[in-house]
């Protein structure tokens, strides 16, 4: 199913390269949303996409750019739903089904605090839904975005450069 998603869109990315860093923001938003991500399978595609970086003349800062700024900016709406719907949560269907999701996750943000963010990032399953419940359980506003600024940055240089140093190296 993913090369299905996967292989048409780094064409178009190809075919399109002045609008890349707009589509990779947007992919990158989507799937930091929570209840969005598990159905948005970007992170493989970013990696597609710095192999594209690699092997043609498309800018690597402008898509670094795209990507972590979604990433920033979809984890925060996420901690700002998760604020803002705290007490609603608990009433979802889905979540009195399996309680136990919202206070494992409020136990990891907890003990964990900023790194939780921080590698929440990384793990695909949860990347959208630590920020929400790091909102849901008020982290600290600033600490929550310095943990989300940085591992955006570094989430974004991880999926996009192995691919875009690859490739240079074995072209060039």
């Known amino acids: 199913m993913f090369d299905s998603v996967i292989q048409p869109m780094l064409e178009f990315v190809r ?7 707009v589509i990779v923001f947007v992919l990158a938003f989507l ?9 948005v399978p970007s992170t493989p595609l970013f990696v597609g996409v710095g192999a594209l970086i690699g092997a043609s003349n498309i800018g690597f800062w402008p898509i670094f750019a795209g990507v972590a700024a979604g990433g920033f900016i979809g984890d ?25 999701l919202i206070e494992r ?11 939780a963010v921080f590698v929440g990032r990384f793990v695909s399953p ?16 600033w600490l929550f975005q ?3 600024l940085s591992s955006a940055v570094v989430w974004a240089y991880v999926l996009l450069a192995p691919g875009a140093k690859l490739l240079r190296d074995y072209v060039g």
């Open 146 to 148: 310095i943990a989300n």
């Open 15 to 21: 075919e399109h390269e002045a609008w890349a860093p």
């Open 126 to 141: 949860i990347r959208s839904f630590v920020p929400f419940v790091a909102g849901m359980f008020q982290m600290p506003f």
């Open 31 to 39: 799937e930091s949303i929570v209840g969005l991500s598990l159905a």
């Open 76 to 100: 925060w709406v996420s901690y700002w739903l998760g604020f803002h719907l705290k007490d609603k949560v608990m009433e979802w269907k889905a979540v009195k089904a399996k309680p136990q």
């Open 105 to 115: 996750t409020k136990g990891f943000v907890e003990k964990w605090g900023m790194a």
